[in-house]
């Protein structure tokens, strides 16, 4: 049968017509209709050791290039070993088609065939962690249900979108034409109107406006619209984790992302305008559910579920992109009107925080929470993040696992001309390496080379084991990915957090392997360092030629939470 063309190449046709390049995924008994018609196709495969971390890698070339992931899964153990990967991109917003296999059609339905990898309903696993899901029973639906499907990603809020194709549609020999041109554009989600000009109304009135920059501003390319609002306005800007970004880190109005901090929750209180983008004001960009706003929150993002789902206020459901770009023309227009001159003069003698200007308030702010970490004795962890800040190369994006170092990333990390990415959609572990060899390859794909490719992972010991295997798939496929393994003995936030709470730990402390050894056992290079040498070994590993490992072991802290009593 094989070169016969199938089901398969209806895929692998749509997918290349909608400028689709590169895969990720497994192999499965299901899917072979599929990987038989890749081998007629140009679609580039990246085969990872463990769904999950196809998932990640997916993720992470969307991330990294503003592309659609794509990811082929197999049926039943494969696809639902891929949800957890998936919850990240879901709660994300990143877009990504998944394609997965089905038993033979007549195994669906209500009957237990017994088919190996059968499942009740597999689409219905997929349900709490994609945009939508589809079963693809004939073939000549392929093409226009996989065009539908990467509209749906692409579409604000964006998301992944699930596809199943049962083995014989995929197998079968088709009397369809081969695909010769797609189309998927995105959805339009302006603002509505008078929500801009209610907004606008406020906004030219407010005395001490304030901006809370979420993941969506990243994502809906907002970060020019959010430059000029914030300066027309003088607002203080802070960036969530998701955030990090887009606003310039060394700007006079700049919070940074110290979003975990008591000074800045207090600042952000006090503002009687307050612009939340692409944010649900959540865990912790409210301190841990202590933020108490007195002022008017206007609430701007693409999915409506979001809108006043932890605080009342004027909700803008619409791409933060589209709406921030609207706003700033109203803002122009309205400003202008009131001042009756240029914009600039005026404006900055308005804006005034009881008797403060905006911008001694960000630097005082910004001092507070300095001076409060050099109370604690944490200058091993500010020099540690400041070698690694130093050594990453000011364009080179980085992937962090949820470990203690991305958790003060979240907070003290300036992503310069780089991109910043982290797991804190979800918060499962295991993402940094994989996503980061997505990341790397989709560079890769979309014409980077070199060290301009190369991208930097960072995970703790507990993480790295979730993704270890992947040194096989950065090995084999010669990525120039450089990994970051803290390794302190075990799951060490969660060990401080028990402590804290408690008075000691329980099931926190983990055996774990010589990683430099195992590194090396995959064939990829890797040396052990002290934390004050960090710096120098992370530069060696971006001078080098596709993947190698840093490890450090060593014991870091977390800065003391400010939502709790001392």
């Known amino acids: 049968m094989t070169g016969v063309r199938n089901g398969g190449d209806l895929v692998v046709e749509t997918l290349e017509a909608l400028g689709a390049k590169t895969v990720f995924g497994i192999p499965g008994q299901h899917a072979l209709g599929l990987f038989d018609a890749m081998g007629r196709g140009n679609l580039h495969f990246v085969s990872s050791r463990v769904e999950n971390n196809s998932a990640f890698a997916a993720d992470g070339y969307s991330r990294a290039t503003g592309e659609v992931g794509v990811l082929f899964l197999s049926t039943g153990p494969g696809a639902l070993t891929s949800l957890a990967g998936l919850q990240e991109a879901y709660a994300t917003g ?91 554009e995105a959805a339009d989600n302006p603002p509505r109107v008078e929500l801009v000009r209610e907004a606008v109304k406020w906004l030219a009135t407010a005395e001490r406006p304030a901006i809370i920059a979420g993941g969506g501003t990243r994502r809906g390319r907002a970060e020019k619209s959010l430059l000029s609002i914030a300066e027309k306005l003088r607002a203080p800007v802070i960036c969530t984790p998701g955030g990090n970004g887009a606003f310039p880190w060394n700007h006079e109005l700049s919070l940074q992302s110290w979003i975990e901090d008591q000074y800045m929750t207090e600042l952000l209180e006090d503002a009687d305008v307050l612009i939340v983008i692409g944010s649900s004001l959540g865990e912790v960009t409210s301190n841990y559910f202590t933020f108490a706003p007195r002022g008017r929150i206007i609430q701007i993002d693409a999915e409506p579920r979001v809108l006043e789902s932890n605080s009342p206020g004027l909700g803008i459901r619409a791409d933060a992109g589209q709406a921030l770009a609207a706003l ?97 959609g979800a918060g499962g572990l295991g993402f940094g390496f994989p996503a980061a060899i997505g990341g790397a390859v989709g560079l890769e794909t979309t014409g980077k080379s070199g060290a301009s490719a190369r991208v930097l992972a960072v995970s703790g010991d507990g ?79 971006f001078a080098g030629h596709g993947p190698n490992v840093v490890v450090v072991e060593t014991l870091l802290r977390m800065f003391a939470p400010t939502h709790v009593e001392p």
């Open 94 to 184: 990143v877009p990504m088609v998944v394609v997965a296999s089905q038993i033979p059609l007549e195994g669906l339905g209500a009957r237990r065939k017994g088919m190996l990898h059968q499942l009740d309903d597999q689409k219905a696993s997929a349900a709490n962690v994609t945009k939508s899901q589809r079963l693809i029973q004939h073939a000549s639906g392929i093409p226009s249900a996989i065009q539908d499907a990467w509209t749906e990603a692409i579409s604000s809020p964006q998301g992944p979108v699930w596809l199943e194709i049962p083995q014989n549609v995929l197998l079968d020999p088709i009397m369809v034409p081969p695909v010769e041109d797609a189309l998927a």
């Open 328 to 424: 700033d023309a109203a803002l122009d227009a309205a400003l202008d009107a009131a001042l009756g001159a240029a914009l600039t003069e005026p404006r900055r003698k308005r804006a005034d925080w009881h008797g403060t200007p905006p911008e001694t308030l960000v630097k005082d702010a910004l001092a507070k929470v300095k001076a409060r970490l050099e109370s604690q004795d944490l200058g091993k962890e500010l020099k540690f993040m400041a070698d690694i800040r130093e050594a990453v190369p000011s364009g080179m994006q980085t992937f962090w696992d949820m470990t203690i170092s991305a958790y003060w990333a979240w907070s003290c990390w300036d992503a310069r001309a780089g991109q910043f990415h982290s797991a804190q």
């Open 463 to 541: 993480s790295a084991m979730y993704s270890i295997s992947e040194l096989a798939t950065a090995k084999q496929h010669n990525v120039p990915v450089t990994w970051l393994i803290v390794d302190d003995g075990g799951y060490g936030i969660l060990r401080e957090y028990m402590v804290g709470a408690f008075g000691k730990a329980t099931a926190t402390e983990l055996a774990r392997p010589d990683f430099v050894k195992l590194a090396e056992a995959f064939g990829v290079p890797a040396v052990r360092v002290a934390p004050e040498d960090v710096g120098d070994a992370l530069k060696a590993g």
